[in-house]
């Protein structure tokens, strides 16, 4: 709804790039995820920006839509009963509604697989600070998010890790992972704001 850019360009620009590994997530919806995995000469995880009665979380390595609305509980079982991976994404942000609030993180720590504590789009780098000290304390694998909306932020942020095979490969590789990026140049939320516009 917020990105115009085709899966084909995705790709051209990772390989341009070298990305050998992408985390495509959509919002509510995992289908653009599920025909890259099908064309894409590198590995390419299914993922999915879930939206919660008490904000936003991402699944990984999902096989099943996970529905939009639903309350965290059921959410968390909804990833978790097809054999993906929860993921704390862009925690703390404080200019965005439905990021995960401090109380929320606290009462599902046990459930979290991984803490992204880096987003390009966050404009302030003590919501990743915060992020990275729940992580530590936690003991919680840590990873970054370019949170692309257009072609020119793919990459903004990254993890080099370790080559993995699948979902508990990948939970190994993270602990061994640097996690590295700069945030995104504030004007590009404004082709998201385009693209809103321009597909609605």
Not at 45 to 71: D, H, K, N, W, Y
Not at 141 to 152: K, L, V
Request: glycine share 8%.
């Amino acid at each position: 709804m917020d990105c115009k850019t085709t899966l084909e360009k995705i790709i051209q620009i990772c390989q341009k790039k070298g990305i050998n590994c992408i985390a495509l997530s959509d919002h509510g919806s995992i289908e653009g995820a599920l025909k890259m995995k099908n064309i894409a000469p590198f590995y390419v995880i299914v993922a999915e920006e879930v939206l919660t009665t008490e904000g936003e979380i991402m699944g990984m390595f999902l096989q099943e839509r996970v529905p939009s609305g639903l309350s965290m509980e059921e959410s968390i079982q909804r990833i978790k009963a097809q054999g993906g991976l929860l993921c704390a994404q862009h925690p703390y942000d404080r200019f965005r509604a439905d990021a995960l609030k401090a109380e929320v993180l606290e009462r599902i720590v046990g459930q979290i697989d991984i803490v992204e504590v880096f987003n390009a789009r966050n404009p302030l780098l003590r919501s990743s600070n915060q992020a990275r000290v729940f992580a530590d304390t936690h003991h919680l694998p840590c990873t970054a998010g370019s949170d692309a909306h257009a072609g020119y932020e793919i990459g903004n942020a990254y993890v080099e890790l370790p080559d993995f095979k699948g979902r508990d490969d990948f939970l190994q590789a993270l602990v061994r992972g640097k996690v590295y990026g700069h945030r995104t140049n504030l004007f590009s939320r404004l082709s998201n704001v385009w693209a809103r516009i321009t597909n609605s």
